[in-house]
């Protein structure tokens, strides 16, 4: 009995100053991290999203709380105005987990004009055949923001790819979100890019 | 053993994985490149290391019934903060590593020092170990990577150093390239071995 108090107990404790450490170095990492993400990440996305910003998309980004959460919204400012935006968003239901999306959506007509995942853990070669630029084109450009974005199966209009059902699923999920939030604060998207 | 020769065994009798023939996936994965070699050898080095110190430390509390399940959290533990380093410090280098650094926690060297040696050993001598064993692993790695960069890229370090006429073997990038590479030095390292002990050399 003394030996098997003992097991557990010495587990319980290795187990949870590993869990404390590595809550704390993650904590502390954090800002830095999203930094680096910034550059090998979301910059190129964005680049190529949003093609063409007379501005740098990434440093005029603007915070926008949700609710707890900050979104990051990057915009495309030209003459003053805002064409379009970029948001990123994790979409639920990935085979091996959240997979990450940066929807860009033209602020004159609220259509999707693009759409780019970037983080992602689904199987390298079949997951990812949701992921192609071509795909992705088809399936989401020119869509109103509007449109509750779901696969065809759940009563939407995309098309899931044969085999990433899952994959094809979260990034319904993540351009879905992305772009319901974008409506729910739209004027506070405009209003604090215009503060800028 | 003395101190010392706790520390340069790693580069001779336990040299990893051409004497000490344990890590071998991540040997054959991540050597295709010089740099991806040295970045992958350095990691799991610090995580060798830093866990041979803590199994060291521990080796008299942690009982034996649940010892493996102990190293492995310990373990673990390493690889995720090293992970978490490289995504603060050295972005480029994990997304070439990708999956692999997360691998770490299974590669054979890590639990087999543990359990072979630091669990039986002070912690001076388990952190020798450690940094022998993980440094001659790094060298290994970047002495395959550099030839298989070498021959399949023409570059080592990026460094472009084949002339204009040479066309790359893009076979010793893809996975069976590594498996030859990997096996003809293993037969030049025991051939050359067994003509010193033979006193032919």
């Known amino acids: ?196 | 053993m003395g101190a010392l020769r706790e520390f340069t065994k790693g580069f001779s009798d336990q040299l990893p994985p051409f004497r000490l023939v344990l890590g071998l996936c991540p040997t054959l994965a991540v050597t295709t490149s010089a740099s991806n070699g040295i970045g992958m050898g350095l990691a799991t080095t610090f995580v060798l290391t830093f866990s041979n110190i803590l199994v060291s430390l521990l080796r008299n509390i942690i009982p034996a019934k649940v010892r493996i399940a102990c190293y492995i959290v310990l373990i673990a533990t390493f690889v995720v903060t090293v992970e978490l380093l490289l995504k603060a410090f050295f972005f480029p280098l994990y997304q070439r590593l990708g999956i692999f650094v997360a691998l770490i926690v299974v590669n054979c060297i890590i639990l087999g020092r543990a359990e072979a040696f630091a669990s039986k050993n002070g912690i001076l001598y388990s952190t020798l170990d450690g940094l022998g064993i993980g440094l001659g692993f790094t060298l290994s790695l970047t002495f395959l990577a550099s030839i298989r960069e070498l021959l399949g890229y023409g570059t080592i370090f990026g460094i472009k150093v084949m002339g204009q006429g040479f066309e790359p073997f893009r076979f010793f990038i893809k996975a069976p390239g590594a498996f030859v590479t990997l096996g003809i030095l293993l037969y030049l390292m025991n051939y050359f071995r067994s003509l010193k002990e033979k006193g032919k050399i």
């Open chain 1, 1 to 196: 009995m003394k030996e098997i108090i003992r097991m557990i107990v010495v587990t319980t404790i290795i187990s949870a100053f590993s869990a404390a450490w590595l809550g704390a170095l993650n904590k502390g990492l954090e800002k830095r991290i999203i930094k680096q993400e910034d550059i090998y990440i979301r910059g190129p996305a964005i680049k190529e999203l949003l093609a063409g910003a007379p501005n740098d998309p990434l440093s005029d980004r603007i915070i926008i709380k949700d609710g707890e959460k900050e979104i990051a919204v990057y915009p495309w400012i030209e003459n003053g105005r805002i064409k379009r935006i970029a948001v990123e968003w994790a979409g639920k239901g990935g085979y091996g987990g959240d997979v990450i999306v940066m929807t860009a959506v033209d602020l004159s007509n609220y259509k999707i004009t693009g759409v780019k995942v970037t983080q992602h853990k689904e199987t390298p070669g079949v997951g990812t055949r949701a992921m192609t630029p071509s795909y992705l084109r088809r399936q989401y450009k020119g869509l109103y923001a509007k449109t509750k974005i779901r696969l065809k199966k759940d009563g939407g209009q995309i098309d899931a790819v044969s085999g990433a059902t899952h994959s094809s699923e979260a990034i319904a999920d993540a351009v879905n979100k992305a772009t319901k939030f974008i409506l729910a604060h739209k004027d506070e998207i405009i209003k604090e890019i215009k503060r800028q």
